[in-house]
Structures are given as structure tokens and as C-alpha cells.
């Protein structure tokens, strides 16, 4: 049950809400008068600043330390959240409440919130999840296409919308922060987190940092939805070796600011409210310890004043195992790392992070410019004034309108890459045979970080698979649909393989050895390509796959990336309710032995970056001025 008292019904102030407040301000979870004595930090009718300089007046080293600790829910409760005066916490992937419904998120929401309100000085929890394509951990919430399918549909605007309809989502449950967007630059497709990626080139994931906008409003906490955004991960995750996850970097110093710092800088610009550190290193450094990176070019040259918040365990993996030592803690927070992610020993931390500074090696100033970053987000989001979650918004999570525009989002982020005539697909009479293992289920179309943090394949959540939309969309046709295309004949007029990939998540997708067709794929498209019958192949993974030998005896292929939910916005496509627009925002590779290959590295892949075909057979521009990239800065290092 939400708390009695909460006096404002949205956890945002509006201008009327905040003249309204003026006049009632909360203490803990009990109403005062404007006629008693209240700390400045109290009124919210004051500016940020004074109140954070109010607030932190009040705090002892232990209070400020607390602060900045993020602790997972598995390993504190409200009670323990209460207790040690701490700062955040966050469900990783697939940390659900018993129940995974939108209300029972709001419950566990609010319970850790009423812990927090009710210490002395009541300050108000962060609380953050994975929120990275939709409200994904949640049941029942819309899940939009992963971000290469984002990247494929180009589009800023869209891209805004969709992060605002998730950011609803978000705040429907209480939640206040997602660790989104992902801005990385995907250089080398065998990176398991290369879907997470908007493109390989700074174009795309700069442009879309629109996402920002999108997740907290032009200012953040101007609406009753704002959620604060991350860009993550910095600096330089795209870039590692062979594409392996948390790997090293090794490029120079012109070539990390040209490539991957554009996007951070752009969302800096749109005033993203945290950036989340990366596990990678750079030359042998880790992102973690590397103060030049983190202190003198984010927060510094950037001009970067919100929180920069380390990965789940990053500090702990400075050295290389996961549990982190007082020497990490120093050199994670001193590096100008503020809010530590932790997994456990939330205590121990606050324990030898008090002993770093007491003894000097970790200095007090550092500590306060942390303290300073994460009440200002705080204040700045309305915490203070309406710390519990907004319930009226429940009735929206995958509600008609955000599934409309997911379908719309998937419509704009198909690329087709082949077609002789056959696409698009008549929607009336005849046969059409639909085989492949992704044509009908829902976790495979939607991938990684989806209910769970790996996702998986079946009915995971609810939404509509590709299958569903081509039933819907051609109610003329006879759709036969069998998983490896068994019964297939001339009595039919075409053959859909809905092929791929099936999920995963970060290092678990890294494939070093190559991007192949698994077999089950290869037996299909083998059995429809001997029947003669016409075959359109629809690819759903989250980057390009080695199909060059393969092509060739397809009569069709649109690149569908991971859809998410509403599988029909492909079947919108294929029937041609909606023309191809989408384009590569990777180069696909001819065979994996090329990768990394990138626009403008001299090699010659299958399709290049921003190939794209339109129903009336025009290729589309390779690249047309995707616009300005600001130039980067000369190196400092
Ligand atoms: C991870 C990921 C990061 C995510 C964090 C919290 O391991 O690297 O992207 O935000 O944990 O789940």
C-alpha cells in the first residue's frame, strides 16, 4: 500500500503543485505547517544550491558516504537502506519484486522510499534499473526495438518519443533513474552488446542521444515522468579487442576522442543526469580507475556536473576479481567516480571508504563534490517534495498507445537489403508458409535485457510475435506456419524464414569465433530454398550474421533486428502497409574473418553502412551527411 501521507499525488513538482506545497512541506512521512521552523533544504520553493549547501551542512561523513552507495535489492532491504543512510538502489537485470507486475514494483518502489523518508533527514533514495528498451524487467510493459534497430530507423524524434513513453512506464512503477541510453559506438559485431549500440560510426549514437530528452524532458523533473537518464557506458566500451566484452581498448588518444567521446559530449549537451563508467580499459587502463578520463575530460573538458556512477561492481574489478578492496575504493573515488554500484557489502564500503578518508587518501572535498552531484539530481527530480511513485500512470504501462508506437518504431527500423520482386507481399490469396525458430516467439524477437537479464526464448511477456502480425495483417492469405518449414510445396506462393539469433545479454553474446547461422537456421532455409517456392528471409538478431554464401538463393531479406513486442510492425512491412525505410547503422560483413569493419576502413563488406532498399527499388544513399559530429578536442594525453 502507498504511504497515507504523501501529500503530492505526482513525484514531480509542477509550478502549481510547488505554490501548492509551499504551504504543506513533508518531514518524513508527516505533514508540517509553514508556520513551524523548516530547513531550508525543505522548501522547495528554494534554489537547488542553497538547499543542497542547507542539507549537506546537516550530514555527517557517515550520511554523506551513504550517499554514495547504490546498493542491488537482493542485498538490502528497506530496513538496511534506512539504516546506513544509503543513497540508491537498483534492481540489475531481472531483479523483480515476487510478483512481476507493474503494481507490485511500485509496492517494493515505495517501501524502499517510506525507509528513506523517515530517517532524520529524510533524504530520498535513487532507485535504478536497466530500462533499455521499454520498462523491460517488468511483465507487461512494452518492450521497443533494441537500439541497432533504433539506430537502423535513424530518427531522433522517434527515438525522443520512445524513450518518453518508456520513462512513463518507469515512473508508473516509482522508478526514478534508468541506466539508459547506451551510447557506445559498436566497432567489432562480435561484441555481445553490440544491439545495445545505435551505430558504428559517432553519427547515429550522437544524434540519438535524443533518448536523453526523451527519458528526462527538456529539464529534468519538469513533468511528473522525468526520469533521470545514463549515458554508458564511458569511454570506449565498442572498442575493445576482438570485440570481447570488458576488454581492452587499444586505440590512441585522436581516435577514442573522434570515434567514441561525440556521443557523450552530445548528451552532456542535452544535460544527461548521470554517466555510468565502463568494466573496459583503455590501452591497458581501467575506465574504473582512470581519473585523466573521468575527472579532466568528463567533468572537467566536458563540463559534465551530474553523477557518474561506477558499473554493477566496476570499482571491485580494478583489479580484476569482484569484490573490491579499500585500495579500489580509494582509486575509484578518487578517479571522481560518485555513486559506487554494488552488488553487497554495502557496509564494508562505508566502512573503508570512512577509513580512505579519514586517513587522508581520499580527500573530503572529493566526497562532497560526490554528495553535492546526487543531491542536486535529487532535488532537481522533486524527490524531496514527492518521493513515492505516481500511481495514476499505472493504467499506461503497455497500454494501446505505447504498443502503437513500438509498432511504429519497428515499422521505421526494418532495412531491406534484398528484394527482386517479391517483396512486398500481396496480402490477399494463396498460401504463405512462415518457418524459422524466431517467427513465433516473443523472447527471441525481443533479446537480451527482457524480463530477465539474459532473456530468453518463449512467451516471456506479452506482445504480439511476427507470426501474430502476419496473421493479422494478411487475413486474406492462408498462413501455414511450421517451425523448420516441413510440408513446404508449389502449392505455395512465397515462404517467410523469420531466422537469427536467440538471446543474450553482454559477454555472454560475445562471439570471438564468429557470426554464423546456428544449424537449426541453415536446415530451414536449406528445406524452403529446394522447394523452389519464392523465399523471403527475415533476420532478427542484434547485428549482422555471415549469409554471403547463403544470399544468393533468397528472394528476399529485410534485416528485423530485435523487434521487441510488437513483432506486427514487421508483418506491416512485408505486406507493404508500410514501405522500408530503415538503413545499416552497421556495415554487414561479407565473412566475420573481417571484423571490425566499419564505414570508411577500406573494406568491402555485403552490404555497407547505410545500405538500405525502398519498394521502388531505389538504393538508397550509402551515407548521406548524417549531420554536423562536433570535431574532437586535440588530445590532452
Ligand atoms: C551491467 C551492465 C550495465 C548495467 C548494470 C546494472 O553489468 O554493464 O550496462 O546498467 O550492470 O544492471
Not at 359 to 387: H, N, Q
Not at 449 to 465: A, H, K, Y
Not at 549 to 554: A, N
Request: contains cysteine.
Amino acid at each position: 500500500m502507498p504511504p497515507s501521507s504523501s501529500v503530492l499525488r505526482y513525484r514531480r513538482t509542477t509550478p502549481m503543485a510547488a505554490a501548492g506545497a509551499a504551504a504543506l512541506l513533508v518531514l518524513g512521512s508527516t505533514p508540517v505547517h509553514a508556520e513551524e521552523a523548516a530547513p531550508i533544504y525543505r522548501d522547495s520553493l528554494r534554489a537547488v544550491d542553497e538547499r543542497v549547501d542547507d542539507l549537506m551542512s546537516r550530514m555527517s561523513l557517515n550520511d554523506k558516504i551513504g550517499q554514495m552507495v547504490q546498493i542491488e535489492r537482493g542485498a538490502a532491504d528497506a530496513g538496511a537502506v534506512g539504516d546506513h543512510r544509503l543513497g540508491a538502489v537498483l534492481s540489475a537485470g531481472g531483479s523483480t519484486p515476487d510478483t512481476n507486475s507493474p503494481e507490485a514494483w511500485a509496492d517494493m518502489y515505495d517501501g524502499y522510499q517510506r525507509a528513506a523518508v523517515e530517517t532524520p533527514l529524510g533524504i530520498p533514495i535513487l532507485y535504478g534499473v536497466d530500462a533499455v528498451h521499454g520498462h523491460n524487467n517488468v511483465r507487461g510493459a512494452t518492450i521497443f526495438p533494441h537500439n541497432i534497430g533504433l539506430g537502423a530507423a535513424g530518427d531522433p524524434e522517434l527515438v525522443r518519443r520512445v524513450a518518453e513513453a518508456t520513462g512513463v512506464e518507469i515512473a508508473a512503477t516509482g522508478i526514478d533513474w534508468t541506466f539508459a541510453p547506451c551510447v557506445c559506438v559498436a566497432r567489432d559485431d562480435r561484441w555481445g552488446r553490440t544491439y545495445e549500440s545505435f551505430g558504428e560510426t559517432p553519427d547515429l549514437p550522437s544524434q540519438l542521444t535524443s533518448a536523453v530528452t526523451g527519458f528526462q524532458g527538456e529539464t529534468l523533473g519538469d513533468s511528473p515522468t522525468s526520469v533521470l537518464a545514463t549515458a554508458k557506458h564511458y569511454l570506449g566500451d565498442g572498442a575493445t579487442e576482438e570485440g570481447r566484452d570488458r576488454g581492452d581498448a587499444v586505440v590512441d588518444e585522436e581516435e577514442l576522442r573522434a570515434v567514441h567521446l561525440p556521443p557523450f559530449r552530445a548528451a552532456v549537451e542535452r544535460g544527461v543526469g548521470s554517466v555510468m563508467i565502463s568494466y573496459s580499459s583503455w590501452n591497458g587502463t581501467k575506465a574504473h580507475a582512470d581519473r585523466y578520463l573521468i575527472t579532466d575530460v568528463l567533468k572537467e573538458e566536458l563540463g559534465f556536473t551530474g553523477i557518474v556512477v561506477s558499473d554493477y561492481d566496476g570499482v571491485g574489478r580494478i583489479s580484476g576479481n569482484r569484490d573490491f578492496t579499500p585500495e579500489e575504493v580509494r582509486t575509484g573515488v578518487n578517479a571522481g567516480i560518485d555513486m559506487i554500484m554494488l552488488s553487497k557489502n554495502h557496509a564494508r564500503f562505508i566502512s573503508d571508504l570512512r577509513v580512505e578518508v579519514e586517513a587522508g587518501r581520499v580527500p573530503r572535498e572529493r566526497v562532497d563534490d560526490a554528495v553535492r552531484r546526487i543531491l542536486t539530481k535529487k532535488f532537481e527530480l522533486g524527490l524531496f517534495e514527492a518521493p513515492y511513485a505516481d500511481r495514476d500512470l499505472l493504467a499506461q504501462v503497455g497500454g494501446d498507445a505505447h504498443r502503437e508506437l513500438a509498432r511504429e518504431a519497428v515499422r521505421a527500423s526494418q532495412v531491406l537489403l534484398e528484394n527482386d520482386g517479391v517483396l512486398p507481399l500481396a496480402p490477399e490469396g494463396g498460401k504463405v508458409m512462415v518457418a524459422g525458430k524466431n517467427a513465433d516467439d516473443i523472447g527471441n524477437q525481443s533479446g537480451g535485457w527482457t524480463i530477465s537479464w539474459q532473456g530468453s526464448s518463449g512467451e516471456t511477456t506479452d506482445g504480439t510475435t511476427i507470426l501474430d502480425g502476419i496473421r493479422e495483417v494478411a487475413q486474406g492469405t492462408e498462413i501455414v506456419h511450421d517451425r523448420e518449414g516441413r510440408g513446404i510445396d508449389d502449392s505455395f506462393r512465397a515462404a517467410i524464414a523469420v531466422v537469427g539469433e536467440t538471446p543474450y545479454a553482454e559477454y555472454e553474446g560475445d562471439r570471438p569465433d564468429g557470426l554464423v547461422l546456428d544449424d537449426e537456421d541453415r536446415a530451414t532455409l536449406t528445406r524452403l530454398a529446394d522447394s523452389g517456392v519464392p523465399v523471403v528471409v527475415v533476420m532478427v538478431s542484434g547485428r549482422p550474421l555471415e549469409i554471403a554464401d547463403e544470399v544468393g538463393d533468397w528472394n528476399g531479406l529485410v534485416a528485423a533486428w530485435l523487434p521487441g513486442s510488437e513483432g506486427a510492425g514487421v508483418a506491416d512491412v512485408l505486406f507493404g502497409r508500410s514501405a522500408p525505410t530503415g538503413r545499416l547503422p552497421v556495415t554487414w560483413m561479407r565473412t566475420s574473418d573481417q571484423q571490425p569493419i566499419n564505414e570508411g576502413d577500406g573494406q568491402e563488406g555485403l552490404y555497407p553502412y547505410g545500405a538500405g532498399l525502398s519498394y521502388d527499388g531505389a538504393e538508397r544513399p550509402a551515407t548521406e551527411e548524417a549531420g554536423e559530429v562536433p570535431s574532437p578536442l586535440p588530445a590532452q594525453r
